[in-house]
């Protein structure tokens, strides 16, 4: 177990996220599933979350890491907001 710290705090959080696009059916696949995990990574390296993905051909897996000073409602609202 890794424990991340900030100045008042030390935590370890770990959330599963399941990703789907709203028209599903194999869309995932070569570039458009390269481009998708491109665009979740730099959004987690802009917002200081720390993330594992699976791309799969109609989803994609997240796992996730951030500071408690966000709600899971926040990241979530900007994953979406900002792939979209």
């Known amino acids: 177990m890794v ?3 900030t100045v008042h705090s030390a935590y370890d959080t ?3 996220l ?3 696009p709203k028209y599903r059916k194999g869309l995932l ?3 458009l599933a390269k481009r998708v995990e491109e665009l979740f990574r730099e959004i987690a390296q802009a917002h200081d979350i720390t993330i594992e993905l699976e791309v799969s051909v109609d989803h994609v897996h997240i796992f996730c890491s951030f ?10 609202g900007r994953l ?3 792939s979209a």
Do not use: M
Not at 67 to 76: D, G, H, L, N
């Open 67 to 76: 500071a408690p000073r966000y709600a899971i409602a926040q990241v979530v």
């Open 14 to 16: 770990a959330y599963h």
């Open 80 to 82: 979406k907001s900002e």
């Open 3 to 5: 424990w991340r710290r």
């Open 29 to 31: 696949r070569g570039e």
């Open 18 to 20: 399941l990703w789907s």
